[in-house]
């Protein structure tokens, strides 16, 4: 019992020490992640609603279907990491989560209605995928009044807006939100 304890002891610190540089270089990455994945929502958010003051919602469709996929394509070419939105009610019909995507969503969701604020959601992990190490990170974007304007229950959504969103996403899921409720999330990926 007592050589037991004692290579026990001996051992822990050893253990400790193999596994420190990963714990580090996963907390690199996750500190990178926080930086690439916040840079975008906020700038988003200037431009849609300066969008919606000037021409009203309807106007603003174009911001989240072009500015969007436009800010994260420049900076996914700046960083090094592929970005993108999914959602587990999408309107895009290409805005569909992969597993992974799709169970962090799910926790996300847990998480919120467990009492975690919809802000301050976000997971990273080191994944495998086809036989390759890859970083994976999620932020939750929650709703706020804005974006009821284009995802809330029919009597937030203008005809107007309605009509419109009919014509561009026939086969849309992205409606139906109140405040502060997830309604989706962006999620960055990079190679190690
Ligand atoms: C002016 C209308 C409008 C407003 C306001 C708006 N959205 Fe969107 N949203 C859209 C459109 C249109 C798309 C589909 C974009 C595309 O084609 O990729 C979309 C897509 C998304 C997506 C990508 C996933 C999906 O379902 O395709 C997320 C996430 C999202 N919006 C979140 C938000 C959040 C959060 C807000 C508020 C901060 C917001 N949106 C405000 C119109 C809007």
Known sequence: MKTFNFIRILALPVIALAAAPAFSDEAKLL????GVSSAIPPKLLN??????KKGGPEGAIGVCRDKAPAMAKAASEKSGWAIRRVSLKNRNPKAVPDAWEEAVLKEFDKRAAAGEKPTGLEKGEVVTMDGKK?????????TQDLCLNCHGTPDRISPAVQAKLKELYPADKAVGYHAAEIRGAITIKKPL
Do not use: G, S
Request: glycine share 0%; charged share 40%; proline share 5%.
């Open 31 to 34: 500190e990178e992640a926080r």
């Open 47 to 52: 431009v849609l609603d300066e969008e919606i």
């Open 134 to 142: 890859v970083y994976r990170y999620m932020k939750a974007l929650p």
